[in-house]
């Protein structure tokens, strides 16, 4: 990441033809996309409350933002509250279904798929209010357990090994990783500060950054971090995040949309310590009679996922997942847009009761494009031309539309 220039007020600087039944499956899961693409967008943070303005010393944004790129915490433990609210129509969980299909891991949209898996298990994150417990020593060893109704779900990072277990359904998911691969479980950032970093990538001279003020998270002293896209367009307003004064951990996100109202995103610690956790945290075996499945895409050993180039943004590796993906514009502004081969949103007589209920959540619009459905939600937008193209991203629906213009 660039360095910050100067004090609080400084901006930071630095074929073949697709299968049918792919263009078929792209009609019905495209609309959803719009909770896929804000998933990766916010990621999966935790929740927390402050009280109390701690008199701490004088800090930059430029010192501030290096404190966090050289925090080093290995251990830690804790509970986490989630609150995500982007705006999602209720589709009684079949955006979950279709978010899970479009992740592409073993039982992506099938019945020989485990809901232990943790690609789907971790979609439900996107929205609600959640508590989680995690705990971490040392980059071979993780877990986050998701607290549900009479339920929990665990997914443990032990050396080698990867679980996932679900105990309502008594179903275990495994696979392997390289000792000290980080993030072993599909991407998903397990803490605030992979989120945080994320949303640090998107620091540019099209950003504001500022130091407002302190808080206290979880009964630790810390800084507000403040982050402000300078464009119009974007619907994103400010992103807030609360960084421990003594460790430069993050300890609570907190994402505003530039609509106004509640936080989309609300998440951080309600409890936290560093202490190293006990060694039995992170043990598992899998319960007597619980079903199995082992991913059959584990990474070869030895192989490590490629670090990110410098100046990468989030949404180019939505670009490993969609052929043909192409991010255009810049800053808060950016959209990623492809080609579902033609086929655009399938109306009630050709995509049956389906087809009609997915549309009846856009909205109908037109330009020099030809015309179109836009699904919003407070924080992603996405344009669905009739031809079968595509534009997402964390703007407007006008910039939307103004990208398809352009494109034209």
């Given at each position: 990441m660039a360095p910050i220039d100067s004090d609080d007020n400084t901006t930071a600087g630095d074929g073949e033809e697709p299968r049918a039944g792919r263009r078929r499956a792209a009609r019905y899961v495209v609309p959803v996309a719009v909770m896929g693409v804000a998933a990766a967008t916010?990621?999966?943070?935790?929740?927390?409350?402050?009280?109390?303005?701690?008199?701490?010393?004088?800090?930059?944004?430029?010192?501030?933002?290096?404190?966090?790129?050289?925090?080093?915490?290995?251990?830690?433990?804790?509970?986490?509250?989630?609150?995500?609210?982007?705006?999602?129509?209720?589709?009684?969980?079949?955006?979950?279904?279709?978010?899970?299909?479009?992740?592409?891991?073993?039982?992506?949209?099938?019945?020989?798929?485990?809901?232990?898996?943790?690609?789907?298990?971790?979609?439900?994150?996107?929205?609600?209010?959640?508590?989680?417990?995690?705990?971490?020593?040392?980059?071979?060893?993780?877990?986050?357990?998701?607290?549900?109704?009479?339920?929990?779900?665990?997914?443990?990072?032990?050396?080698?090994?990867?679980?996932?277990?679900?105990?309502?359904?008594?179903?275990?998911?495994?696979?392997?990783?390289?000792?000290?691969?980080?993030?072993?479980?599909?991407?998903?950032?397990?803490?605030?500060?992979?989120?945080?970093?994320?949303?640090?990538?998107?620091?540019?001279?099209?950003?504001?950054?500022?130091?407002?003020?302190?808080?206290?998270?979880?009964?630790?002293?810390?800084?507000?971090?403040?982050?402000?896209?300078?464009?119009?367009?974007?619907?994103?307003?400010?992103?807030?995040?609360?960084?421990?004064?003594?460790?430069?951990?993050p300890l609570k996100f907190t994402l505003t949309p530039s609509s106004g109202g509640a936080a989309v995103v609300d998440a951080g610690f309600t409890q936290v310590s560093f202490a190293k956790p006990d060694a039995s945290t992170f043990d598992f075996t899998p319960p007597k009679g619980a079903k199995v499945t082992e991913d059959d895409e584990t990474p070869e050993a030895g192989e490590t996922p490629k670090a990110p180039e410098r100046g990468h943004k989030p949404d180019a590796d939505l670009a490993e997942d969609l052929d043909g993906l192409e991010v255009i514009g810049e800053g808060w502004n950016t959209i990623a847009t492809f080609d579902t081969g033609g086929q655009g949103l399938p109306d009630a007589s050709e995509g049956g009761d389906l087809g009609g209920f997915l549309g009846s959540f856009g909205d109908q619009v037109k330009g020099d494009f030809g015309s179109g459905t836009v699904f919003t939600t407070r924080l992603v937008n996405a344009l669905i031309t009739d031809d079968g193209k595509v534009y997402a991203g964390a703007v407007t629906k006008d910039a939307l539309v103004k990208a398809a213009d352009a494109a034209k």
């Open positions: 916010i990621g999966l943070v935790p929740a927390l409350a402050d009280s109390g303005d701690p008199d701490l010393p004088e800090v930059t944004a430029q010192q501030l933002i290096q404190k966090i790129a050289e925090s080093d915490v290995q251990q830690l433990s804790g509970t986490v509250r989630i609150s995500t609210d982007l705006g999602l129509p209720d589709l009684g969980g079949l955006e979950s279904g279709l978010a899970s299909g479009m992740s592409g891991g073993p039982g992506a949209g099938g019945g020989d798929g485990s809901s232990a898996d943790p690609s789907a298990k971790l979609t439900g994150l996107v929205t609600g209010s959640h508590t989680l417990r995690v705990a971490a020593d040392g980059p071979d060893r993780q877990k986050l357990s998701l607290l549900e109704n009479a339920a929990e779900y665990s997914l443990i990072h032990d050396g080698k090994d990867v679980w996932g277990y679900d105990s309502k359904s008594n179903e275990v998911y495994h696979s392997t990783t390289s000792p000290g691969a980080e993030r072993p479980a599909g991407k998903a950032p397990a803490t605030p500060k992979d989120f945080t970093e994320q949303a640090l990538k998107a620091v540019d001279d099209t950003t504001s950054v500022t130091v407002d003020g302190t808080a206290q998270v979880a009964g630790r002293d810390a800084y507000r971090l403040v982050i402000k896209p300078r464009q119009s367009g974007s619907t994103v307003g400010a992103i807030s995040v609360a960084v421990d004064a003594k460790t430069g951990m």
